[in-house]
């Protein structure tokens, strides 16, 4: 508090306030728009595979309510038959993403995203809830 202009009493805490300032404006996904919303809406039990047209998607997906013990389920992504990435999805409310992937700057076109999940647990069931797939503005 002192080192920024204010003061500590017995009995009172001065805090220097500032005058507020406008931030520099982001652009989320800039040059695109969102084009389409895929629902999908399947539990992954082994793989699935969803085709989208455009130059970018983010995957979503959702889960039921928690349960008593940690699962980290391990998920290969395929985009366009290429492996893309290997991502751990926690159950754990506190470590959950709702968006858990996200590709831009693709060829203008169909492709297909295929997801193989490495440790099913039917206990712990990972819904992938739909696509949102973007064009060029």
Known sequence: IKLN????????IVIKTQKPVAVRY??????????????????????MEVEFEGVGVIARH?????KDREY????????????????????????????????????????T????IKNPDKDYPLQIDNLWVFEKE
């Open 5 to 12: 202009g204010g003061s500590v009493s017995d009995d009172k």
């Open 26 to 47: 982001e652009k989320c996904y800039e040059g695109l728009k969102r084009s389409e919303n895929v629902e999908v809406n399947q539990i992954l039990t082994s793989e």
């Open 62 to 66: 959702s889960r039921p309510k928690p």
């Open 72 to 111: 980290i389920a391990e998920v290969d992504i395929y985009l366009d038959g290429e492996l893309e990435r290997s991502i751990p999805m926690p159950y754990n409310r506190r470590r959950w993403e709702d968006s858990f992937f996200m590709k831009f700057d693709l060829a203008e076109g169909k492709h």
């Open 113 to 116: 995203l295929k997801f193989v």
